[in-house]
């Protein structure tokens, strides 16, 4: 008869139990109670959340959870008769546990914290695939390996891929409304198709087209799930946190935010952005940001940095120091009319591919101070008006040992 085993995890050990497939699950666990010498009350094998039946055997429960496997790993909880709740051993902890949850992989999984409460070594889970080609759903101490290659668990292993990458895909914003700015349309979003709809100037390359994956995005104001939409009516006054969650990534961030005029702060520490090759104008006129957090963004395949904080002018600093800009070749307005900023440090900007920076620091007029140290401008083709109204910057405070730039501030300051 074909031998099987169920690892159960128990105070943080996991202990494995040889069994036939045909053997009764409750036979099973009575050898593990057996095996480790302990009162255990109540073993639960736990799916998502979901509780399964004793009464299959080993086969049975394989095949309802997904499909037949040679290893399950199993959670052991300790039941109170008393009070009627589940223990976790590992923390003694009180565990809730939901059975009405559908008995899906990506669903269970998605509503984790729904259908497992009360517990924060499982609430606080770490999904990860392992490294064998296995799906691992990791809950601390809650595990279901997946080790069969068929052709449903490499759909599900593609799912879960595409989950574990944008479980925390997120951007928090905060708006600050006035009385003057109840019951009007504000905007809290854009995209490149609703900004070519609203303004004429802008950029038209087909190249940029984002609303589709823009349009994937769920928006909640203060934790309340709104209907997608670019605009949104304030009933009253006062600051509001929006946070936006992404099911995809977004390959293209041009115009994101453009016109967003009453944002105060944005976060993108969450964003995953790492297949993103476009952000033109992503906070194009956001001019009322006063904090932007870009610390985690990914901009290795960034080809475009056009217009990306033009008109940010109530920005007084921004730290970019975590950009890599090698591949970018258009930074052309990048900064212009940032009025507030007084010093902006570029000093790991890798510029060489760069072609075209007219207008990067237009009439920043703030600007005392900027670090160029690292700039490469050998392909760079137009450097017009590059400085151009920057009335508060002196060329001895422009870092740079790049002769064609020092020769186009000599012109132009």
Known sequence: MSEASVIFNFEGRDVSIQCSKDEKMKDICQKYVNKINKNINSLVFLYGGNQLNFDLNFNELA??????????????????????????????????????????????????KDTINGCKLIIDNVIRLSKDNSVNIQLKNVNLVINTLNEDIKKIKEKLDNLINNKNNYIIAEIVIKEEDIIKDIRILNSHEEAL??????????????????????????????PFNYFHIFESSGKYTIRY?????????????????????????????NNNTNMCSMFNRCSSLTSINLSNINTINITNMSFLFVYCSSLTKINVSNFNTNNVTNMSCMFSYCSSLKYINLSNFNTNNVTDMSNMFFECSSLTKIDLSNFNTKNVIDMSYMFNKCKSLKKEYIKTEDKKLLNEINEQL
Do not use: Q, W
């Open 63 to 112: 095949n309802k959870i997904d499909k037949e496997r040679n290893a399950m790993k199993v959670l052991v909880l300790v039941y109170n008769d008393e009070t009627n709740e589940y223990i976790c051993p590992n923390c003694g902890e009180k565990i809730k546990l939901n059975t009405e949850k559908i008995d899906d992989i990506i669903l269970s999984i998605n509503n984790m």
């Open 245 to 273: 969650s992404f099911k995809n990534n977004i390959n293209n961030t041009a115009y994101m935010f453009y016109r967003c005029e009453l944002l105060t702060s944005i976060d993108l520490s969450n964003f995953n952005n």
């Open 197 to 226: 709809r609203i303004d004429k100037s802008v950029h038209k390359d087909k190249y940029l087209n984002n609303e589709d994956e823009i349009k994937k995005c769920e928006i909640r104001i203060n934790d309340e799930l709104i």
